[in-house]
């Protein structure tokens, strides 16, 4: 981290083996993703509620390159919902659960950003040849024209092709030069 852990506590008293536990959670996020910026906790214990038992809250703000991530446990508002009447440690382990799972979803979310996805070019067909075997030529941007065989249309769609169809495709080399393959028409219903 490149800002030193920050930890505060409000309305009770601290005690090392929190101290150490808190640490040791963010040592884990740390080694997870080593890009954290900076971690701060508060542990809180808002009120002191004798009969039901004492609750904490727990807030983690966690930064990362371009955005803050916040997890966070509160007591809940009912005080007789015993299931969240958990212990100081118990709490501070659910928050940090929380925590990674926001951590975890950034980083794949960050990984798909990065992730660019190539479009296939764009062609029409300019010529078809059906008696003679069943190939054509694409006409692509550029002016060149690129040879397709019938097996290479996806789905079997060759006899439905016609001059001026619009396709993408997969440039590859050739015997003669360049030619065309998994070419799939782009219309109403077979748009990609």
Same mark, same amino acid.
């Given at each position: 981290?490149?800002?030193?852990?920050?930890?505060?506590?409000?309305?009770?008293?601290?005690?090392?083996?929190?101290?150490?536990?808190?640490?040791?959670? %963010?040592?884990?996020?740390?080694?997870?993703?080593?890009?954290?910026?900076?971690?701060?906790?508060?542990?809180?214990?808002?009120?002191?509620?004798?009969?039901?038992?004492?609750?904490?809250?727990?807030?983690?703000?966690? @930064?990362?390159?371009? %955005?803050?991530?916040?997890?966070?446990?509160?007591?809940?508002?009912?005080?007789?919902?015993?299931?969240?009447?958990?212990?100081?440690?118990?709490?501070?382990?659910? @928050?940090?659960?929380?925590?990674?799972?926001?951590?975890?979803?950034?980083?794949?979310?960050?990984?798909?950003?990065?992730?660019?996805?190539?479009?296939?070019?764009?062609?029409?067909?300019?010529?078809?040849?059906?008696?003679?075997?069943?190939?054509?030529?694409?006409?692509?941007?550029?002016?060149?024209?690129?040879?397709?065989?019938?097996?290479?249309?996806?789905?079997?769609?060759?006899?439905?092709?016609?001059?001026?169809?619009?396709?993408?495709?997969?440039?590859?080399?050739?015997?003669?030069?360049?030619?065309?393959?998994?070419?799939? @028409?782009?219309?109403?219903?077979?748009?990609?």
């Amino acid at each position: 981290m490149q800002v030193p852990l920050q930890i505060a506590f409000h309305n009770l008293d601290c005690s090392d083996a929190i101290k150490e536990l808190i640490e040791e959670r %963010v040592a884990w996020l740390e080694r997870y993703y080593d890009r954290i910026i900076s971690c701060g906790v508060v542990v809180e214990e808002p009120h002191r509620r004798h009969r039901q038992g004492n609750q904490y809250q727990v807030r983690i703000d966690l @930064t990362v390159p371009g %955005v803050e991530l916040v997890s966070k446990h509160e007591p809940p508002d009912h005080p007789d919902n015993s299931a969240r009447n958990w212990d100081l440690a118990t709490t501070i382990r659910h @928050t940090f659960d929380i925590a990674r799972r926001r951590l975890e979803e950034y980083v794949r979310r960050h990984r798909n950003e990065v992730k660019s996805h190539e479009t296939l070019p764009r062609a029409r067909v300019s010529q078809l040849f059906d008696a003679a075997g069943g190939y054509g030529f694409l006409a692509t941007s550029d002016g060149r024209e690129v040879y397709f065989h019938r097996n290479a249309v996806l789905n079997g769609g060759f006899d439905e092709l016609a001059v001026g169809s619009e396709v993408t495709f997969v440039e590859e080399p050739g015997d003669k030069g360049p030619q065309a393959s998994t070419v799939r @028409t782009i219309g109403r219903n077979n748009e990609k």
